[in-house]
C-alpha cells in the first residue's frame, strides 16, 4: 500500500474543539443558572462568551516526501533524456560531417573549364599577320614567313593524325 500523510491545520482543531464544547453544553440537565462560563470557555469584554483554547502540542506542519516510486521514475527520465540529449549530439555531429564531406565532393567535382591549349603555330600567325600591317601596299614581302606558318600547320596537323591512328 502506498505512504501518505494527513495534515490537520489549526482551524480544523479549533472547530472540533468548538464542536465538542457545544455538544457538552447541550447534554447538560436542567440545575441551577451560573453567571460564570464554564472552564473550556472564556467571557471577553463586551460579554461574549469566547471558547477557552486548549493547549494542544504545536508540531511543525508535515513534510510532504513523493513516494520512493516516483522518486525512482522522475530520476529514470531525467537520465533517458540525457542519453537523448547525447544521441542527438552524436548524430548531429555525424551529419555534419557528412554534409561537409558532400560539399568538399562536390567542390571537386565541380564544371571545371579546361586550361586553354596554346595555339599551334600562333607565333607564325602573329609574324604573318603584323608583317601584313606593315606592308600593306607589297604583300609579297611576307610570303617567306607565310611559307613558315604554312609549314607549321602542316606539321601539326600529320601529329594530330598520328595521335588518332
Not at 561537409?100 to 604573318?128: F, H, I, M, N, V
Request: net charge positive; aromatic share 4%; charged share 35%.
Amino acid at each position: 500500500m502506498g505512504e501518505f500523510t494527513i495534515q490537520i491545520s489549526r482551524g480544523l482543531v479549533d472547530r472540533l474543539v468548538q464542536d465538542a464544547d457545544m455538544s457538552k453544553r447541550t447534554k447538560r440537565t436542567k440545575g441551577k443558572a451560573s453567571r460564570e462560563p464554564p472552564a473550556s470557555q472564556k467571557q471577553t469584554e463586551d460579554g461574549s462568551v469566547k471558547p477557552k483554547r486548549e493547549a494542544w502540542p504545536l508540531q511543525p506542519p508535515p513534510v510532504f516526501l513523493p513516494a520512493t516510486s516516483e522518486l525512482e521514475a522522475i530520476r529514470s527520465a531525467v537520465q533517458e533524456s540525457e542519453k537523448a540529449v547525447e544521441r542527438l549530439q552524436k548524430e548531429e555531429e555525424n551529419v555534419l560531417e557528412k554534409v561537409t564531406q558532400k560539399a568538399k565532393e562536390l567542390r571537386d567535382k565541380e564544371y571545371k573549364l579546361p586550361k586553354p591549349k596554346p595555339r599551334p603555330c600562333s607565333g607564325d600567325s602573329e609574324a604573318c599577320l603584323a608583317c601584313y600591317k606593315e606592308h600593306v601596299k607589297d604583300p609579297l614581302k611576307c610570303a617567306s614567313l607565310v611559307i613558315n606558318f604554312a609549314d607549321c600547320v602542316r606539321r601539326f596537323r600529320q601529329e594530330v593524325e598520328l595521335r588518332n591512328v
